[in-house]
Nanobody
Framework: QVQLVESGGGLVQAGGSLRLSCAASGSIFSINAMGWYRQAPGKERELVAAISRIRSTYYADSVKGRFTISRDNAKNTLYLQMNSLKPEDTAMYYC???????????WGQGTQVTVSS
């Protein structure tokens, strides 16, 4: 059974940084694509960043240059380093796993990120 557990969310002032982590279990982590989605109240869920098994990456335009996605296959862990945070980054952030970028089968329960102005 695949489990994805996010951590690292919290409250931060605008301009600050957070690092999200996603611990994966129950699958062969290294062969899967991983991603971070976010959903703010009243808005659609959006793909923020993704990384393939060969470490190709994707970023939404809104986070390019500020967020960095990475993976540690030895620790079965996905990361999202978020710098220069803005109030519009406030959302629930979800970790996902699947066979390819944009094609995800499993989801974590989310971690809340709140950026105050």
């Amino acid at each position: 059974q695949v489990q994805l557990v996010e951590s690292g969310g919290g409250l931060v002032q605008a301009g600050g940084s957070l690092r999200l982590s996603c611990a994966a279990s129950g699958s062969i982590f290294s062969i899967n694509a991983m991603g971070w989605y976010r959903q703010a109240p009243g808005k659609e869920r959006e793909l923020v960043a993704a990384i393939s098994r060969i470490r190709s990456t994707y970023y939404a335009d809104s986070v390019k240059g500020r967020f960095t996605i990475s993976r540690d296959n030895a620790k079965n862990t996905l990361y999202l380093q978020m710098n220069s945070l803005k109030p519009e980054d406030t959302a629930m952030y979800y970790c996902t796993q699947g066979p390819a970028i944009g094609n995800y089968d499993y989801w974590g329960q989310g971690t809340q990120v709140t950026v105050s102005s």
